[in-house]
């Protein structure tokens, strides 16, 4: 996933590298002798030891000598780097990373780097990389560890998927259905979208595919009774986890706003997941951006991540909104969905090409 963008971070990374060791001196083993040049080239006659006192070296002092010579500090400086962080501001933009996400890793990578003390033998690779995962997983944030959410509520757990129409939130919606029954979670869905008839069908399909439940109403009904009626009906059959659909909203669709506002009213979902397309770039992060303000979020779905060779809306949409990536879809089956794992994903962004 994210070549584009993993290429510019394996570039930034060795151009760093690179830097750092020219910038440090060698380690040292052991201190360079002192020498003072005699006044005169005659030689030093030898003193008799037995008039000579023995002077004695304090225990330890070659020792710590050595350590010190060893373990001597040197600094990074912020004009060593700036240039490589340029290039790396640019490479970010390029790979649709979010200006204001941009502007947080070139921040967070300057104050790790520049103006620290490193011990002269530090691994060079490990000090860059561990700037850059830092800085990443800063941006990226924890994550959130569904499963646990679901055993930690009061049953039925009620999740409303929203969002954009086209950017795939029914077969989302789907692919989260298999991911929990394969957890060992039932499930229920809601037809909420009854805007349009061909979304009823559409989820009705995966429904029967995938072997579970769909309430649904004509077309043209009350969304907030068909969810109202889901979450009622996985009560009475000790259902685990609620799955609402809802229709596409845009953020200046006031009446599609008033109506899930309405449905927060009455179903009071436990989690409202906002899905959009990774490949839609710096617009899905502005979209996620407007709708959070208009309507709020507790959660993140970007669909289409296997499509999306650059990966900006990936690291940027949950630092941009404050709200964590929940999932990620990664291809057109039901088992093509992934829990998103920010550790993960830097432990790939920072791998080899």
Do not use: W
């Not at 350590?67 to 390029?94: A, H, N, P, Q, T």
């Not at 561990?130 to 941006?139: E, F, I, P, R, Y």
């Amino acid at each position: 996933m994210f070549k584009a963008l993993k290429e510019k971070l394996f570039s930034a990374r060795k151009k760093l590298e690179k830097t750092i060791e020219e910038t440090a001196p060698e380690p040292s083993n052991t201190p360079e002798p002192v020498s003072k040049a005699l006044p005169h080239s005659e030689p030093v006659p030898e003193k008799s030891p037995a008039l000579e006192p023995e002077k004695k070296t304090p225990a330890g002092f070659t020792e710590k000598i050595v350590s010190f010579v060893r373990d001597r500090e040197f600094i990074i400086s912020e004009k060593d780097i700036s240039d490589i962080l340029d290039e790396l501001e640019m490479g970010l933009l390029e790979s649709d990373v979010a200006f204001s996400v941009t502007e947080e890793i070139l921040s967070r990578i300057k104050k790790d780097l520049s103006g620290s003390k490193r011990k002269i033998g530090t691994s060079v690779d490990s000090i860059v990389k561990n700037a850059l995962a830092d800085a990443l997983l800063g941006v990226l944030g924890e994550g959130v560890d569904i499963c646990a959410f679901i055993r930690e509520h009061e049953r039925p757990v009620k999740i409303l998927f929203t969002g954009v129409n086209g950017t795939g939130k029914t077969t989302s919606i789907a692919k989260v259905t298999r991911f929990l029954q394969n957890n060992g979670f039932s499930v229920v869905l809601g037809a909420g979208d009854t805007f349009r008839a061909g979304a009823i069908e559409q989820i009705d399909v995966h429904g029967e595919r995938l072997g579970v439940k769909v309430i649904q109403h004509q077309e043209g009904s009350d969304p907030t009774a068909v969810l109202f009626d889901t979450v009622e009906y996985a009560r009475a059959h000790k259902i685990d986890v609620v799955l609402g659909d809802t229709a596409g909203r845009f953020h200046n669709r006031a009446n599609l706003m008033n109506q899930l506002a309405k449905i927060r009213r009455v179903i009071k979902p436990d989690l409202i997941v906002y899905v959009d397309e990774a490949v839609a770039g710096n617009d899905a992060v502005i979209r996620a951006e407007e709708f959070s303000k208009s309507v709020g979020m507790d959660a993140i779905m970007l669909t289409k991540v296997d499509m999306d060779p650059k990966g900006g809306a990936a690291i940027s949409i949950a630092h941009a909104v404050g709200k964590p990536l929940l999932f990620i879809g990664t291809g057109q089956g039901y088992d093509d969905v992934m829990a998103f794992n920010p550790g993960l994903v830097v432990e790939d962004l920072l791998g080899d090409t």
